[in-house]
């Protein structure tokens, strides 16, 4: 019989529960996992950044967070994977606020099994690709690939509460097309496309992975990035300038963006609207020093959010 091997992530402080997880999870059933142990909330998120954790697997109770708020932190920062709690709290109540903090499950260790768990990890990888499924038919962008404006929306506030807990310094990135009108009149609208796909590749290749990049206009893109030190604009402005410069395009012209930057310094509060207003008056002021007359004022269309 052919077994799906999987890799988890378990979240607790207990030796003893982490030895009788593996050993649950050694009688095996219809899905295997290489199981990986941490005992604090703040290394289980830096393992689960590296990208290959299938599933996690959190006890409610840790030496760095406790109760439900340790769920609804650890898929604010990774909503992408699936989270199965295992605690000792019998209380019904914890169970459905876990749930909606974005839970797949919930068990308790006392009625736990080998069989229970299994099924219950491998079920909770199923939801979640499914939810996930759904999820990108709203949120992606189907020309690009990247988040549309919904998707940008809803994780790059997410993002930036990160962003303040974890006192790290976060930049918001606001760019427009230089000249993608004249490219469809001129050119053709399948040509113009073809700008907007190149673009979203060179921010792509700009930007790191684990930032939120978002197609969010016709000819307007963002991006949340979480950047160290006060170098990050002019690293950003430089590897932007040259992925650009080596971009072709079939018809041989240079493709060109106006920028607006933004940043939460360390210790700001996470106002996300503020952070976009100062983004996007970075913005205009940016296009009107290069002599191109914006076609909306600055907090105008940019900072209109999309209806949930």
């Known amino acids: 019989m052919t077994h799906e091997w999987f890799k988890a992530l378990l979240i607790d402080d207990d030796p ?56 609804s932190i650890l898929h604010a920062h990774a909503p992408d994977v699936p989270i199965v709690v295992l605690t000792g709290t019998t209380d019904e109540a914890t169970g459905v606020q876990a749930l909606n903090a974005g839970a797949q499950e919930y068990l308790l260790k006392e009625q736990a099994s080998g069989v229970v768990l299994v099924r219950a990890l491998r079920y909770a990888i199923e939801r979640k690709r499914l939810e996930l499924t759904l999820k990108r038919m709203t949120v992606v ?22 962003a303040h807990r974890e006192q790290k310094r976060a930049l918001l990135a606001l760019i427009d097309m230089d000249g993608l009108k004249q490219i469809n009149d001129t050119r053709g609208h399948m040509e113009g496309d073809h700008a907007i796909i190149t673009v979203a590749a060179v921010l792509k290749q700009t930007f790191r992975d684990d930032d939120i990049i978002a197609r969010i206009g016709g000819d307007e893109f963002a991006v949340l990035a979480i950047v160290k030190g006060h170098t990050a604009e002019q690293a950003i402005l430089g590897r932007l300038d040259k992925n650009l410069a080596a971009a072709g395009t079939p018809a041989g012209y240079v493709l060109s963006v106006s920028l ?49």
């Open 16 to 71: 003893g529960d982490a030895r009788l997880v593996r050993e649950m999870l050694a009688e095996g059933g219809f899905a295997r996992f290489d199981l990986q142990v941490t005992n604090r909330l703040a290394d289980g998120m830096r393992r689960v950044s590296d990208g290959d954790i299938d599933v996690v697997l959190v006890d409610l109770s840790l030496p760095d967070s406790q109760g439900v708020n340790t769920i």
């Open 141 to 162: 962008d189907d020309l690009t690939g990247l988040y549309n404006r919904r998707g940008f929306f809803q994780h790059a506030p997410r993002r930036l509460t990160f």
């Open 260 to 308: 607006g930057l933004a940043a939460l310094e360390t210790g700001d509060a996470a106002d996300f609207d503020d952070l976009l207003k100062r983004a996007d008056q970075s913005l205009y002021d940016h296009k009107r020093s290069k002599g191109r007359t914006p076609a909306i004022t600055p907090k105008t269309t940019l900072l209109e959010r999309p209806t949930p």
